[in-house]
Antibody, heavy 119, light 106 residues
């Protein structure tokens, strides 16, 4: 079964760093784009960026460029989303998702990781 | 930056047809897709590449995309279709979501 399993919920303070993960299984991890999507409480979906684990080609939405870093470790079939200094406004649910091809829909989604940033 | 505009809400009676639109400049020149999200759940793709249905998605879901508007159509809407729906398209090599439409079946 193809699936993406995300790391668990996090509670952090402003200014702290964080790295959340998304582990793929049941398919060739290096040959499909993995993306990250933010959903703030009660709000819509926001496309953050994608990575191609085969060569680490990464693309960011202008809204998130410089705010987060997307990476992948193909040796353990895991993609990451990280922050160097969290803000309260980073409080949200974060989903990873897999595309079939370039500029395609996200066909497989992870279960989401809830990030809460509060002092 | 590229923007996709959806109506915030659409209401439909059970058994009737619901149409949800997604507008963007020259949207028809790119593939559009649609996601359904129910409370507390991850989104699910219901239409991709404008009009294709993934396996497991009922035939009552259909899509089209032309000019500046993509449309998701749900024929014979059922109570279980009540959810938030999001369109998504591409601006060069980055994706963009619409603001979402809450579909109420009443």
């Amino acid at each position: 079964e193809v699936q993406l399993v995300q790391s668990g919920a996090e509670v952090k303070k402003p200014g702290e760093s964080l790295k959340i993960s998304c582990k793929g299984s049941g398919y060739s991890f290096t040959t499909y784009w993995i993306g990250w999507v933010r959903q703030m409480p009660g709000k819509g979906l926001e496309w953050m960026g994608i990575i191609y684990p085969g060569d680490s080609d990464t693309r960011y939405s202008p809204s998130f460029q410089g705010q987060v870093t997307i990476s992948a470790d193909k040796s353990i079939s895991t993609a990451y989303l990280q922050w160097s200094s969290l803000k309260a406004s980073d409080t949200a649910m974060y989903y990873c998702a897999r595309q079939l091809t370039t500029n395609d829909a996200f066909h497989i989604w992870g279960q989401g990781t809830k990030v809460t940033v509060s002092s | 930056s590229y923007e996709l505009t959806q109506p915030p809400s659409v209401s439909v009676s059970p058994g009737q047809t619901a149409s949800i639109t997604c507008s963007g400049d020259k949207l028809g020149d790119e593939f559009a897709c649609w996601y359904q999200q129910k409370p507390g759940q991850s989104p699910v793709v219901v239409i991709y590449q404008d009009s294709k249905r993934p396996s497991g998605i009922p035939e009552r879901f259909s899509g089209s995309n032309s000019g500046n508007t993509a449309t998701l159509t749900i024929s014979g809407t059922q109570a279980m279709d009540e959810a938030d729906y999001y369109c998504q398209a591409w601006d060069s090599s980055t994706g963009v979501f619409g603001g979402g439409t809450k579909l109420t079946v009443l």
